[in-house]
Nanobody, 124 residues
Framework: QVQLVEFGGGLVQAGGSLRFSCAISGRTFSAMGWFCQAAGKEREFVAAINWRGGSTRYADSLKGRFTISRDNAKNTVYLQMNSLKPEDTAIYHC???????????????????WGQGTQVTVSS
């Protein structure tokens, strides 16, 4: 059974930092990533990374503030979020796929498996 289990999240003040992790079990994927879903909005792409090689891609609005990384030995992907803003408030979901490379992930249609999500709230 494939499982993506997220850790991290919580409440932070604007300008602060958070770090998530997502542990994957049951199979391996070629690409992992993170999406976020704010209240009343669709789930949106945040970042993705190829399991082999480590190539990354970010949503344009988040470049420079967020960093995705992975630890192949631990089957874990991370998201470091810095300089957080109130508009970053959302549920963040770990995502996995072998359909396409991380460099081409743009929407939820590209994803095969999801984590349950973890809430991030950024106060002003």
């Amino acid at each position: 059974q494939v499982q993506l289990v997220e850790f991290g999240g919580g409440l932070v003040q604007a300008g602060g930092s958070l770090r998530f992790s997502c542990a994957i079990s049951g199979r391996t994927f070629s690409a992992m990533g993170w999406f976020c879903q704010a209240a009343g909005k669709e789930r949106e792409f945040v970042a993705a990374i190829n399991w082999r090689g480590g190539s990354t891609r970010y949503a344009d609005s988040l470049k420079g503030r967020f960093t995705i990384s992975r630890d192949n030995a631990k089957n874990t992907v991370y998201l470091q979020m810095n300089s957080l803003k109130p508009e970053d408030t959302a549920i963040y979901h770990c995502a996995a796929t072998s359909r396409i490379t991380a460099l081409l992930i743009t929407s939820t249609r590209d994803i095969q498996n999801w984590g349950q999500g973890t809430q991030v709230t950024v106060s002003s």
